[in-house]
């Protein structure tokens, strides 16, 4: 649980971060992201949610 909450910190201190140095360059995102069909952002998604698990999965077996 511990992991979780530091995990959820984490991703709030990045978002801030990115709004806070670049906010112009956000909305912009933001907007495209609007446009996007929901099948693209489906799997970009995906493919994140799969990468942050290989990478929670090998930090955790090789104990860094």
Not at 3 to 23: D, K, S, V
Not at 47 to 59: K, P, Q, V
Request: net charge positive; charged share 20%.
């Amino acid at each position: 649980m511990r992991e979780l909450i530091i995990a959820l910190g984490l991703f709030f201190f990045i978002e801030g971060i990115l709004y806070a140095l670049f906010p112009s360059k956000m909305k912009s995102i933001l907007l495209k992201a609007k446009d996007a069909k929901e099948s693209q952002l489906r799997i970009g998604g995906l493919i994140f949610a799969l990468i942050g698990f290989i990478i929670i999965w090998y930090m955790k077996k090789n104990g860094i």
